[in-house]
């Protein structure tokens, strides 16, 4: 079997498409900062957490497979390789969001630390350089980790040595501690401190149920797209589908779960210090927002995803990873948003803008570590494993 992509020859003009609209959107956005310099940093944070989250999930997921194994996880482990290869890109793009700390963060700015005996005493952790310091050090591990991940990987293709897996595995384990570990500080950091009179101990733990999700319907999305063209024709069927709706249904639960919690949590203790956070975007038509991310990331994909039927579908299932994708940015727009905005809810062009810029430059990104190496890790051995019970399955359920 031909592990190559051979529908990447039809479709190697949408990276640089995506790149050219990409760069075009953001040179936009730019002459957009000229006349609205805060509205462009705002869009701009929001835009970009979009897309690291996909590069962040994939490296969750990756690792996740590397421990525990399944047919699921070969089909699109290649996906989510290409994934992690834009780290390097998305530390490139974080640049602006340094020279745009100052617009965003309050505790960057001398004046409203000199006035405020709360953010005095968090200047210990919340100051300029100590956060450049820590936003260096995620992307080192982040790098570091995906890496390792793909050069043994890659490896293992072309010598077929066994004992590569055990190496990812063994790298894995530890490498989810420290991706559980950088998420958690990073969302502090990125989003949390936008208010930093507010948090939450749960806060990390639903950034990190976020960027699986948001990974996980992404990665759906292309192998619908890819799987009607050799070489995942071949090898991806319903079964596989079937596993992937069922851990799509697992991560949206789990985020419902998390975000419940928060809220309750806030309700219940009612503490002046964190329930201005919940009005903010639960009032100026922002609550409009909260009820559609309620119905559109968690109760409509909980139903459909209940579903055998629909998860074997995969037209189906992409169209409810679809969905879970645009809810993902309207989430991230809701959870950053209101803190810059006390009028009321309203979506600026530099939201559009940003998004289709960095989206498109990572999606370019994306496309093109994709059609660098074969699209099935074909010599690991317990892919070879996999297609043969998958062989001897179908060989039992339609005998000649």
Known sequence: MNGRNSTWFRLDSIPQRSLAVGVAALAVCLAGALFDT????????????????????????????????????????????????????????FLPLIFGIHHLYPWAWPEAVAADPILQRKTVYLNVPFFVLRTVLYFAIWIILSHFLNKWSLEQDRTAEASLTRRLQNLSGPGLILYGLTVTFSSIDWMMSLEPHWYSTIYGMMFMASHGLAALALVI????????SDPLARVIGPDHFHDLGN????????????????????????LKEETPWYYRRTSGGWQIVAVLL???????????????????????????????????????????????????????????????????????????????NSLLPLNDPRFTETLQQAQRAQRWANPA
């Open 294 to 372: 309620i119905l559109g990331q968690f109760a409509l994909p909980f139903l459909l995803l209940l579903s055998r039927a629909a998860k074997r579908r995969p037209r189906i299932l992409s169209g409810v990873a679809l969905a879970i994708l645009f809810m993902h940015w309207v989430d991230l727009l809701w959870l950053v948003a209101p803190a810059f905005q006390p009028r009321g809810f309203y979506i600026h062009w530099l939201d559009i803008g940003a998004l289709i810029g960095i989206g498109g430059i990572w999606m370019a990104a994306f496309l093109h570590r994709l059609g660098e």
């Open 221 to 228: 999305c292309v192998a619908y797209t890819m799987a009607r």
């Open 38 to 93: 805060e509205q462009f940093f705002r869009s701009y944070l929001v835009a970009y957490l979009f897309a690291i989250s996909f590069s962040l999930g994939c490296l969750a997921l990756v690792m996740l497979h590397h421990l525990v194994g399944g047919a699921w996880g070969f089909v699109i482990q290649r996906l989510l390789e290409s994934g992690i290869k834009t780290l390097p890109l998305m530390a490139v793009l």
């Open 247 to 270: 851990l799509l249904l697992a991560l949206v639960m789990f985020w419902a779960y998390l975000g419940f919690s928060q809220f309750m949590l806030v309700w219940m203790e009612n």
